[in-house]
């Protein structure tokens, strides 16, 4: 096996809550799309999930009751940063939403700009400007 495509992309990115369908419904108004899969169902979702973006990557929720036990409660560990071509834009509408600031809008080298908001249910968003991507996406598109 090669290192190179040991990691083949991100697959799905799940985020926690008490309140499922408040979660999704939340991010349903941020994604501009509704969730596509709900199980057991929609009136009682214990795991929702979106498809989102250029790659349409996934995107579930999950009931906090089936959280590994050692998750530690409150915002922490990894945060994956989701390329937005307008991070100022984006950061404004998370907390017109009622997202709270993890992380300020700072500029990394390159033209790199990275934030974070910790949700409604207490998971970190990342968002980041992020001009690889942006060159990637048009190595694809010409």
Known sequence: MSNKHFLRGMATVNFWA???????????????V??????????????VEFRIG????????????????TMQ??????TLLWHVDDIEAAFARLKAMGATEYDPITKRESDFVTASVVDPFG??????????????LGSRTA
Do not use: K, S, T
Request: glycine share 10%.
């Open 73 to 78: 409660p409150g915002p922490g560990g990894a």
């Open 54 to 69: 250029d790659d349409e990557d996934e995107f579930g929720i999950i009931d906090r009751r089936y959280a590994p036990a």
């Open 123 to 136: 998971n970190v968003l990342g968002i980041m400007y992020n001009p690889h991507y942006v060159e990637m």
């Open 34 to 47: 509704e969730a596509y899969f709900q199980r057991p169902d929609a009136d009682n979702p214990a795991y």
């Open 18 to 32: 008490d309140d499922v369908a408040a979660a999704r419904d939340w991010y349903a108004e941020l994604f501009g």
